[in-house]
């Protein structure tokens, strides 16, 4: 199985802040990676596929970049609703594993 | 408007088994794949198994292999997993998932249903 490494694990952060949350597969990927978005008690939200497109509806401050086996999901200038957890995911083979997750939280 | 509702959760004993139900809406389910991912509680997501649109192709984590059957019906808008030999560690809120295409190959999650608890407890 491919896993999947994302740092830091927690960040603390202010609005307006630009946020870099990395992600490292054990093995090449190709471009097959996506970010999600999660908040207390709800489902995670898609926010970036197949490693740089954004989803639609997605505000424009989130972009992603990467390829092979290191990836990036930057936040340009946090705002209060982006405090949450986020999981990159590989959709190269199965299992598609998730990252242990990066928790954003207010500084 | 896609939904995605799921339901059947609830406390089970270790060992016992449990059938879980997606039913969806807003699209044609036989076009897309679809998959269950859990979550314990208090910890990080974990992917559990998909199925093709079809429901010709069906992969597993090695952590459920064996024991969760995945299946669904085209004719009902519903996917379904059949988890047997249920373990403490199976504990998690399950989630169903539609993938962005037919094939499970290279497919993103694009919605998620809101979520079932499953308890294996005695």
């Known amino acids: 199985d491919i896993q999947m490494t994302q740092s830091p694990s927690s960040l603390s952060a202010s609005v307006g802040d630009r946020v870099i949350i990395t992600c490292r597969a054990s093995?090449?990927?190709?471009?097959?990676l996506n970010w999600y978005q999660q908040k207390p008690g709800k489902a995670p939200k898609l926010l970036i596929y197949?490693?740089?497109s954004l989803q639609s509806g997605v505000p424009s401050r989130f972009s992603g970049s990467g390829s092979g086996t290191d990836f990036t999901l930057i936040i340009s200038s946090l705002q209060p609703e982006d405090f949450a957890t986020y999981y990159c995911?590989?959709?190269?083979?199965?299992?598609?594993?998730f990252g242990q997750g990066t928790k954003l939280e207010i500084k | 408007e896609v939904q995605l509702l799921e339901s059947g959760g609830g406390l089970v004993q270790p060992g016992g088994s449990l059938r879980l139900s997606c039913a969806t809406s807003g699209f044609t389910f036989s076009s897309y794949a679809m998959s269950w991912v859990r979550q314990a509680p208090g910890k990080g997501l974990e992917w559990v198994s998909g199925i093709s649109g079809s429901g010709g192709s069906t992969y597993y984590a090695d952590s459920v292999k064996g024991r969760f059957t995945t299946s669904r019906d085209n004719s009902k808008n519903t996917l379904y997993v059949q988890m047997n030999s249920l373990r403490a560690e199976d504990t998690a809120i399950y989630y169903c998932?539609?993938?962005?295409?037919?094939?499970?190959?290279?497919?993103?999650?694009?919605?998620w249903g809101q979520g079932t608890l499953v308890t294996v407890s005695s």
């Open positions: 197949a490693a740089s």
């Open positions: 998932a539609k993938a962005s295409r037919a094939s499970i190959a290279a497919a993103q999650i694009d919605y």
């Open positions: 093995q090449s990927i190709s471009s097959y």
């Open positions: 995911q590989q959709s190269y083979s199965t299992p598609h594993t």
